[in-house]
Every structure is written in structure tokens, then in C-alpha cells.
């Protein structure tokens, strides 16, 4: 079982920065692939990032968000930069326990969810 805590979502204005962060509860935290997804209203699920012995990005966020772990502390991180009105959505950490996926960007083949954290961008 692992618990996911996601924190540092909050209002920001399109151009500046965000440092997301996810808390995982659990010993094994390195023996998971660990990835972002958001949701904005009204949309379905989507992939943002996927960390694991490759790391996948959303072509929408190539180039300006970096996801990170340090299994030491249990935490992944996303770094996003030069954000825009349309990254506005609740962004959700998750938790693989298959190291390798062809099929990354699929919310089920996740198998833990935090709770969320809200980023909004304003223009």
C-alpha cells in the first residue's frame, strides 16, 4: 500500500513558476514509476510526466516541466516553468508498480492517486 500527498499548487500568473511535490508513504518507494497527470474541468484525466528508468513527458509541457525524484526522501517533484492559462487544472501524483510501461500515459495503469493539489493560471 502507498500513500500519496501532493502539496505546492496555488494561483499563479501565466509566465512564472510552480514546484509541485509528492510525499509517499511506504519502504518501497524506489521500486515504483511515479507520474504526474492533471485534470482540468470538465476534461478527462491526462498525462503531464513519468518518472521511472526513463522519464516521459505530455508533448504540452515538454521543454518547460521537470519532473525529479529523490528516493532518499520518498518525494517526486514537478518543476513547472513559463506556465500558461491552459496548465490550469488539479494535478495528481500517482504511483506504478511496474517499472516499465508501454502504456505510460494511462491513468489505469496506475494503481495509487493522491488526493490532488489545484494550480491555476491566470493571464
Known amino acids: 500500500q502507498v500513500q500519496l500527498v501532493e502539496s505546492g499548487g496555488g494561483l499563479v500568473q501565466a509566465g512564472d513558476s510552480l514546484r509541485l511535490s509528492c510525499a509517499a508513504s511506504?519502504?518501497?518507494?524506489?521500486?515504483?514509476?511515479m507520474g504526474w497527470f492533471r485534470q482540468a474541468p470538465g476534461k478527462e484525466r491526462e498525462f503531464v510526466a513519468r518518472i521511472a528508468r526513463n522519464i516521459y513527458y505530455a508533448d504540452s509541457v515538454k521543454g518547460r516541466f521537470t519532473i525529479s525524484r529523490e528516493n532518499a526522501k520518498n518525494t517526486v517533484f514537478l518543476q513547472m516553468n513559463s506556465l500558461k492559462p491552459e496548465d490550469t487544472a488539479v494535478y495528481y501524483c500517482?504511483?506504478?508498480?511496474?517499472?516499465?510501461?508501454?502504456?505510460?500515459?494511462?491513468?489505469?495503469?496506475?494503481?495509487?492517486w493522491g488526493q490532488g493539489t489545484q494550480v491555476t493560471v491566470s493571464s
Open positions: 511506504g519502504r518501497t518507494f524506489s521500486a515504483y514509476a
Open positions: 500517482a504511483a506504478d508498480a511496474f517499472l516499465y510501461s508501454g502504456r505510460y500515459y494511462a491513468p489505469s495503469e496506475y494503481d495509487y
